[in-house]
């Protein structure tokens, strides 16, 4: 299991985002060397968890609990057969592209070290939206995307440090729950009726779609949360 990039963007102006002035970070690209990586701060005034990176609409991306966001290259490469193109890594926008890891069957809470300093911790799968949808140019790709159910996942740091591409990433610590991000996702998404099986993450999960799942449980008392 490794890195196989580490991707940085910087701010451009598209037509297709919901931020006010137009500008996305969403276009992000590999980079040389090494990227110190820490806590931006909570959701809303922090961004991105890698320096260099930008992340513009902070109201609904990064801070603490999206600090940092991962695709599996083979995930990727699945892509890459049905839209019939080449998706390069970073092509969704994500921090990392791994290689050898099952990034939306991970477990919310479960800890990777990568490199020798950093330790990152799964929080939720990644919703796609509009400006997703405009930086790929597929028609209908947020159904397509939710459809799929192989998000990728956020991150939080939990031990900051530099990583760069090319490093080993190890699974620290797997929690004893089987709530994962692909489970997460369609709880949050399309099968509502599973946010009470989030609850098994705890404080590991995202706080909102802990937030969610609790809501859930107390407008139908008799839902099952095991």
């Keep these: ?36 990586v820490a806590a931006p701060g909570p959701k809303g005034v922090g961004a991105s968890g890698l320096a260099g ?30 839209l019939g193109r080449p998706l390069a890594d970073g092509a969704f926008g994500e921090n990392l592209t791994t290689s050898g890891l099952d990034v939306s069957g991970a477990l919310i809470g479960e800890r990777w070290r990568i490199g020798r300093e950093v330790v990152l911790e799964i929080t939720c799968g990644r919703i796609p ?19 799929r159910g192989a ?11 530099e990583i760069r ?19 997460q996702f369609r709880a949050v998404t399309t099968e509502r009726e599973l946010l009470p099986r989030l609850l098994a993450a705890g404080e ?4 909102e779609s802990l937030a969610a799942a609790r809501a859930y449980v107390a407008e139908h008392p008799r839902a099952n949360s095991s």
């Design 129 to 147: 939206c509009r400006t997703f949808q405009g930086h790929l140019g597929e028609q209908g790709w947020v159904k397509r995307f939710t459809l």
């Design 53 to 82: 990176d930008a992340v513009c609409h902070t109201r609904h991306h990064g801070g603490n609990d999206q600090a940092v966001y991962a695709v599996a290259r083979e995930d990727l490469d699945e892509w890459e057969r049905e």
């Design 165 to 183: 591409a090319g490093d080993p990433v190890e699974i620290v610590h797997r929690p004893d729950h089987e709530v994962t991000v692909a489970l």
């Design 1 to 36: 299991m490794r890195l196989l990039s580490v991707n940085l963007g910087r701010p451009r102006t598209v037509p297709y985002t919901d931020h006010p002035q137009g500008l996305t970070g969403i276009d992000k690209r590999p980079v040389d060397g090494p990227v110190r």
């Design 204 to 207: 590991a999960l995202h706080p």
């Design 151 to 161: 998000p990728g996942a956020y991150l939080r740091v939990i031990e900051p440090g």
